[in-house]
């Protein structure tokens, strides 16, 4: 199984919870979408009170995409907008 899986990252992102791959996926099942090709869309309530005491509640959407190609799909400046990067991969050997 992969270390990173799809609901690895709406526990992560969404529930601001931390759980193995496979405990997500066990929790999970059932319960998720299934993912459109190479895209999750996961989303966040965030709350600010200005001064006055206001309250205000927005919803933000992040996606979460599995290699560059699929991030191209947001246009050329989506790099710019890149919050994180997760990557498992072989070390390099030092020489």
């Known amino acids: 199984m992969s270390l990173f899986t799809s609901p690895f990252y709406t526990f ?11 405990e997500a ?3 999970a099942e059932g319960n998720l979408k299934p993912d459109i090709d190479d895209l999750i869309a996961i989303y ?3 709350t600010t009170i200005d001064s006055s005491g ?3 509640v927005t919803r933000l959407t992040y996606f ?3 290699s560059v190609e699929a991030l191209s799909k ?3 400046d989506a790099w710019e907008r890149v919050v994180c ?3 498992t991969g072989q070390a390099l050997s030092a020489c």
């Not at 969404?14 to 791959?21: D, L, R």
């Open 12 to 22: 992560l992102i969404q529930k601001c919870s931390f759980e193995f791959s496979q």
């Open 25 to 27: 996926c066990a929790t």
């Open 85 to 87: 990067v997760m990557t």
């Open 54 to 56: 206001k309250e205000t």
């Open 44 to 46: 966040r309530k965030h």
């Open 64 to 66: 979460v995409v599995d």
């Open 74 to 76: 947001f246009g050329t």
